[in-house]
């Protein structure tokens, strides 16, 4: 419950074809387009049944009483696309493919090792169609507490760039500039306690002082003590309201701050 909230999924890149998600649960698929805006189950809102357009192509999506919930889509897509699950109960996992051309295979996998998107190949013997595609194979990605790695923590994998920046800056509830001014860790979560100096983005009021958390003993992206960042949160309440917390997303948006970051920032705003 103090997890409930939309968790990213994997990238669905410019070029895919043959694209399949399907889970079975109370939870929600949702499809955000590479301008930061919503296809399905926006903002909280849950989309009824049908046929939408999103990336040139048209996506299928359909939810059984069972339940059920499917995305279908021929493709080829025109522009990158976030899958994402809105949480309302433990996930017991997704099952996603879609197929890429082969020159489009190898960046996406790059691209996707350095965000730490699930990503699972099949072996070369279970492919016998599309021979100029490989697939970005069925996988389960499971939104949940990750294991913590061992000390000395491992490094962060690199996320920079605009549409990293773009999805969590459209995607977050709140964009801030903050100073660290403590870490704690408390079981497999990390607190930090932030000063918060300048809000870009909010859904709700923001204090002087913020706890920010984070998951793991060794989250992605570490925030140093006594330095200023630019951080984009999401606003986690517990069904029961008893928790109230701001979280920063496994490999979410963590920049320092600096008048060039700054600049960045605000011409995202301009896209969502």
Not at 51 to 73: D, K
Not at 106 to 113: H, I, L, T, V
Not at 124 to 140: C, F, I
């Amino acid at each position: 419950g103090a997890f409930a909230g939309y968790w990213n999924v994997t990238l669905i890149p410019e070029g895919a074809r043959h694209i399949r998600v399907a889970h079975r649960s109370r939870n929600h698929l949702a499809l955000m387009g590479g301008d930061g805006r919503y296809v399905l189950n926006g903002n909280w809102a849950v989309s009824p049944p049908g046929t939408y357009e999103a990336a040139g192509t048209r996506v299928v999506y359909t939810r059984e009483a069972g339940p059920e919930e499917m995305l279908s889509a021929a493709g080829p897509t025109s522009q990158d696309l976030l899958l994402q699950i809105l949480l309302q109960e433990p996930n017991p996992g997704i099952e996603f493919e879609f197929w890429l051309p082969r020159e489009r295979y190898s960046p996406f996998q790059a691209q996707a090792q350095a965000l730490g998107w699930s990503l699972r190949q099949q072996q070369p013997g279970a492919v016998d169609r599309q021979p100029s595609e490989l697939p970005a194979a069925p996988a389960t990605s499971v939104p949940r507490i990750p294991t913590p790695a061992p000390d000395p923590c491992a490094p962060c994998p690199d996320t920079r760039g605009r549409a990293h920046r773009l999805v969590h800056y459209c995607g977050s509830d709140f964009v801030f500039r903050a100073r660290v001014l403590s870490r704690r860790h408390q079981a497999q979560e990390t607190r930090y306690e932030v000063q918060v100096q300048l809000i870009y983005k909010n859904r709700s009021p923001l204090r002087a002082l913020e706890y920010v958390w984070a998951l793991g003993r060794c989250p992605c992206p570490r925030l140093d003590l006594h330095r200023e960042y630019l951080l984009a949160a999401q606003r986690l309440i517990s069904p029961d309201g008893t928790q109230d917390r701001l979280l920063l997303p496994h490999t979410g948006y963590a920049r320092a701050w600096s008048p060039a970051e700054d600049s960045r920032v605000r011409l995202a705003a301009r896209h969502c």
